[in-house]
């Protein structure tokens, strides 16, 4: 059965590599990959703003543009690479990123997302931008992962995992990290920013429970001690390289909600490596 991957385009370099990421990234795996581009018409949702003529008008515009865009996308690699592995699907909608996203997540029976950090509108002086920072928060359907326009593919040298082992997680929330981690042969560290000396017996049952959960992959753990979480993780995977930063966002958790600012500039701009937001998948 193939794997449905969404890859959302703005038409931008930054959505273009990230889709280079997915294809190499899935290479070996039977995929259909699903090409997105969100065309927002001002007035469309809601037509009282602007007349409905306008409306009219600057929509049937905005579709003819993003056509003649995704026709020129449809020339480039890797769409006109042949591979037996992947089929790729072209979709225009117009609307919200995110209710077209959701939208498409749910009739297509998508299981992630790989999208750029920073689109075409957003600033350059942001490492992750807005349309990445919404898409990891309120796209919970399915994981999300974030790729810098910089990077060009190469299998992680190792995936960082924070964690305080006061979340239960389950096999279905760390599938896609698990599978990323087979896929690329990179072992996960577990990171533990440790406040307290002790670990209560639900941390101890949540620890059992993540090496169970983590066993078909090659994992190690870590400590840092006394240490804010943010500067934690920052410094952790610079001072080892690490290739990816994975992590499960469930609200009021250990990260609370870990891309509000200045969560997004102080992680996106240390960092600078893929990020993959991982869902409680009952929200």
């Known amino acids: 059965m193939k794997k449905k991957i969404l890859l959302p385009t703005d038409f931008s370099k930054n959505s273009t590599n990230a889709i280079h990421y997915a294809v190499q990234l899935y290479k070996e795996e039977q995929c259909e990959f ?31 543009a993003a056509e003649k865009k995704m026709e020129e996308l449809k020339t480039q690699p890797p769409f006109t690479v042949t591979s037996t592995n992947h089929t790729f699907k072209y979709l225009i909608e117009i609307g919200d990123l995110t209710d077209n996203l959701k939208n498409t997540i749910k009739n297509n029976t998508i ?35 974030a790729i810098p326009g910089h990077i060009t593919y190469k299998a992680p040298s190792e995936i960082v995992f924070p964690t305080s082992f006061k979340t239960t997680y389950t096999k279905a929330e760390l599938a896609v990290l698990v599978e ?11 990171l533990y920013i440790q406040k307290n000396l002790d670990f209560s017996t639900k941390q101890i049952e949540n620890k059992a429970l993540l090496n169970t959960l983590l066993e078909p992959t090659t994992y190690t753990h870590h400590k840092l001690y006394n240490q804010n ?8 995977v610079q001072s080892r390289d690490s290739g990816m930063i994975a992590f499960v966002n469930k609200k009021h958790s250990f990260f609370g909600s870990i891309f509000s600012n200045p969560m997004v500039k102080d992680l996106g701009n240390n960092t600078n490596v893929p990020i993959l937001a991982l869902h409680n998948l009952e929200h």
């Open 111 to 145: 299981t992630l997302v790989v999208m750029g950090t920073r689109g075409e509108t957003d600033s350059k002086h942001l490492i992750l931008g807005s349309n990445a920072v919404v898409t990891m928060e309120k796209v919970r359907g399915c994981p999300v992962l």
């Open 229 to 236: 979480l943010h500067n934690g993780v920052r410094s952790f």
């Open 34 to 64: 699903f090409i997105l581009h969100s065309c927002y018409v001002p007035g469309y949702a809601k037509s009282n703003l602007i007349s409905v003529d306008n409306v009219d008008q600057t929509l049937t515009a905005a579709k003819e």
């Open 180 to 190: 990323i981690a087979s896929l690329t042969n990179a072992p996960i560290r577990v």
